[in-house]
């Protein structure tokens, strides 16, 4: 997926285990099946599991979240992952790397989860307690950047995906999304990325955990109504933006958000991983529709130019 991507395998867990946490060299290692693009999961017995990042850029997210998963996961409404230790490079893996605590549940199916409503609901309560921890020291999330920073790249690849999605639509929901007033007050806690990979079901339906925050930070709260477009269907999406307080101009730069994120997504996994890809194109298309739906962002009070 990757020019810079490092390839890992049972093999070299068991040899990085073993050097660096000889307590747990006993205990089977097992690849987890995913679509994930930035880290490895491996299972290692039946209550750990060992991630390494795949790329150099993503090993920063080790500290970060060796840091940050202590304080938020007592604050939090859903089963967040508890680091237990944290490896160093050896037997030719190049990065730092980490032994957590394994939870289960399942990745819901982009717009087809088994409970919408409830799962609508959950997922506002995540975010909603999410939001409310104490920012004091913590660091700006991996997408703090306001919606015309990235104006720019959006052009580009937007010009790059001619052909491949309705771009005519595209740039008219983008353009609203800029249009829509600034999030007022200090930045708050994000997750940045709660995608279906990110987001543990369990076989009931509801949210059980959430995992890889290696995105998260303080930013704009509309970066977390991704899943209203990313994991919810049409019919579960007034729910959860009710019940997450989502205003016109939130709703607007959230459904930005989803679009920017999504075409990247489009763009780059285009041919390396088409489950990404198939993910990015559904949300380009519910966007879409949901940006015909809503009334436009002309009728709020436009922010300055």
Do not use: K
Not at 233 to 257: E, M
Not at 267 to 290: G, K, W
Request: with cysteine.
């Amino acid at each position: 997926m990757h020019p810079d991507q490092v390839d890992v395998d049972e093999a070299l867990v068991r040899r990085l285990v073993a050097d660096q946490f000889p307590e747990w060299a006993a205990l089977p290692v097992e690849r987890v099946a995913s679509n994930g693009t930035t880290n490895a999961m491996f299972r290692l017995g039946e209550e750990l599991v060992v991630r390494l990042p795949m790329r150099p850029s993503a090993a920063a997210d080790i500290a970060r979240e060796q840091r940050w998963l202590p304080f938020l996961a007592p604050r939090l409404t859903a089963a967040v992952p508890e680091p237990l230790g944290v490896g160093v490079p050896g037997d030719g893996y190049p990065l730092p790397w980490s032994v957590l605590v394994w939870l289960e549940g399942a990745n819901p199916e982009p717009g087809r989860p088994a409970e919408p409503e409830l799962l609508a609901r959950d997922l506002a309560e995540f975010t909603t307690a999410l939001r409310w921890a104490e920012p004091a020291d913590a660091p700006p999330s991996y997408r703090s950047e306001t919606l015309t920073d990235r104006a720019g790249s959006v052009a580009a690849t937007l010009a790059e995906l001619y052909g491949v999605i309705d771009v005519g639509a595209a740039e008219d929901a983008w353009e609203e999304a800029l249009d829509a007033p600034e999030a007022e007050g200090p930045p708050v806690w994000i997750h940045a990325d709660l995608q279906p990979g990110n987001l543990l079901v369990s076989p009931e339906g509801r949210l059980r955990g959430v995992i890889d925050f290696g995105c998260a930070g303080l930013g704009d709260a509309a970066v977390d109504l991704l899943p209203a477009w990313y994991v919810l269907p049409a019919s579960a999406r007034a729910t959860f933006r009710t019940a997450v307080g989502a205003d016109d101009a939130a709703w607007a730069r959230g459904r930005g958000w989803a679009l920017s994120v999504a075409l990247d997504e489009l763009l780059y996994y285009r041919r390396s991983n088409p489950v990404m890809a198939d993910t990015a194109r559904y949300v380009i298309a519910e966007v879409l529709a949901d940006h015909r739906f809503y009334r436009p962002v002309d009728q709020l009070s436009r922010r300055p130019r």
